[in-house]
């Protein structure tokens, strides 16, 4: 294979292990929660958990995966992490308490981190720089095709066989789709960069800063903020959208099609805005897609008629998803690739406070004044002030190539 054509097919990859991994993890939990409340007896409270367990265990296990990503291949970890998944859903299929299915949710969260996300940024990162922005979001959109499609067919498993094969069954695309291609693709680097077998150590060779400097930064940590808004306003607004249309007045049948609709915008809105970025600069993009998600809070704010709630549904469910797929971009861009698993991993965490912040306070002011008015008004405030935050970073090639010697120099 050519460079090209090998660095498609480990987007390939990503892409079944985005559709298979985060798709199936995410997306079946609302599916499994009438079985598993009627089977236990278990609150929809406990079960609505679960899924904060995948994502509160990607970001304890980020930090960790990132660093052996800057040491070891990622075909291996990316393979390992894959098959811990498929283990977590057997375990689920096995479960006989909510401690045993806490566990295989957890083991999820780090199965995910391993197997999808992190070697996804680091690996297609490292194999594109011209087409960066599309391979990654290219990669991604795995997550609404998988997650639609296992929806589908978790749902058909549960009525016709019970909800313990459908969580076996879960596992087995994993184990026979997923995990041979990225042991047999993958690779952390194209080959006329660096052999494999040296990889981790002539990593050091790589431009970018190290993590010490790049923690010493201000594109880092501007980054982090920007990751942590982006993700609490896209979390809360998909947590709490479908009651919120529901007290607007609609029927739940209706709420649940414009939020259905809402995510298929995804499918060509990443694409698009990783093209975008390729064109135009993923600093620019990032803002532009900042202000169009806050432009859909403020339509939202009017979607008790049809016209604001059809425009909304369109330039939000277009726009929110970007930032998944592009804030690796964005911190390539920022600090290079020399510690970029490392660092990655470390972003990782101020996302999953986001993820779990988001849906809480729009709870929270729910329950204080009996409306997601000040919820939305709030979230639209603070994904258009952090607009300006990419905007802010200094690319690595402008400027920080020569403050890292400095940096080094200072921490020494």
């Known amino acids: 294979m050519s460079r090209q054509m090998r660095g498609w097919a480990i987007v390939g990859a990503f892409f079944l292990a985005a559709a298979f991994i985060q798709g199936s993890g995410f997306d079946t939990t609302g599916v499994f929660i009438a079985p598993l409340v009627k089977h236990f007896g278990w609150s929809r409270t406990q079960v609505s958990t679960l899924p904060s367990m995948i994502a509160i265990f990607i970001g304890a296990s980020g930090p960790l995966i990132g660093w052996l990503l800057d040491r070891l291949q990622a075909r291996w970890i990316a393979a390992a992490g894959s098959l811990l998944a498929a283990a977590a859903f057997v375990i689920a299929g096995s479960a006989n308490s909510f401690t045993a299915m806490a566990l295989a949710y957890c083991t999820l969260g780090v199965g995910m981190a391993a197997g999808a996300v992190l070697p996804c940024y680091f690996v297609v990162s490292n194999w594109f720089s011209d087409r960066r922005g599309l391979a990654l979001s290219v990669s991604q959109v795995g997550i609404e095709v998988g997650g639609t499609a296992m929806a589908l067919l978790t749902a058909y498993l549960i009525q016709a066989h019970g909800w313990r094969l459908a969580y076996f069954a879960l596992a087995v695309p994993i184990v026979l789709l997923v995990t041979p291609p990225l042991a047999l693709l993958v690779r952390n680097r194209p080959p006329d960069e660096r052999p494999d077998a040296a990889d981790g150590a002539q990593a050091q060779n790589a431009a970018g800063l190290d993590v010490r400097a790049a923690l010493c930064s201000r594109s880092f940590w501007l980054i982090a903020m920007f990751d942590f808004c982006a993700v609490a306003v896209g979390t809360g607004l998909v947590v709490h959208l479908v009651p919120y249309l529901i007290g607007l007045g609609f029927s739940s049948t209706h709420a649940t099609t414009a939020f259905s609709i809402m ?63 592009l804030i690796p971009m964005l911190l390539a861009d920022a600090v290079g690739l020399r510690r970029f698993g490392s660092l990655m991993g470390l972003l990782s965490i101020p996302a999953v406070i986001g993820s779990a912040l988001g849906p809480i306070v729009a709870g929270a002011i729910f329950d204080r004044t009996g409306s997601y008015v000040w919820s939305i008004e709030l979230f639209a405030a603070i994904v258009a002030a952090a607009a300006l935050l990419p905007l802010l970073c200094v690319p690595f090639a402008a400027g920080g190539a020569s403050q890292a010697p400095r940096r080094a120099a200072a921490a020494s």
């Open 263 to 325: 995510l298929a915008f995804q499918l060509p809105g990443k694409p698009v805005l990783g093209w975008l970025a390729d064109r135009i600069g993923i600093r620019l993009t990032m803002t532009l897609d900042a202000v169009a998600i806050a432009a859909g809070c403020v339509l939202l704010l009017g979607a008790r008629h049809m016209l604001p709630l059809a425009l909304f549904v369109a330039l939000y469910g277009f726009t929110f998803g970007a930032p998944v797929p």
